[in-house]
């Protein structure tokens, strides 16, 4: 097993698929990289992870970008978004302005990015 994986999954979405990509495999490294690669796009936000897959990531970004606590916004993250719900979700409970995940494997919902899309 690695990031990418071939076989049958079950998704967090509920949804089959012969495909999964498996954030867990992501190192810190990672994560700091990916947070660089979005600099200022992001500058002033708190970002806020939707459990259990967006939490790496927000601390990662929160660490890059929030040296002085200066929060304008709100920013919803994950590590894959498939059907756009647990974004939605916790974008909707926390009255935040965006989302951000690192892939997307479907349609983007309007508001949120993707680093990578697939498909």
Do not use: Q, W
């Amino acid at each position: 097993m690695g990031l990418f994986n071939f076989g049958e999954f079950k998704l967090h979405s509920g949804k089959r698929s012969n495909f999964k990509i498996d954030c867990d495999f992501l190192t810190d490294a990672d994560l700091n990289a990916l947070a660089n690669l979005i600099r200022g796009d992001y500058s002033l936000c708190e970002f806020i992870g939707v459990p259990k897959g967006g939490l790496k990531f927000a601390k990662a970004l929160n660490h890059y970008y929030n040296n002085y606590n200066l929060y304008h916004s709100k920013v919803v993250v994950d590590d894959v978004l498939t059907t756009g719900h647990s974004i939605l979700s916790k974008t909707k409970e926390i009255h935040a302005e965006r989302g951000l995940v690192i892939f997307a494997r479907g349609p983007l919902p309007e508001g949120v990015d993707a680093i990578f899309k697939m498909g």
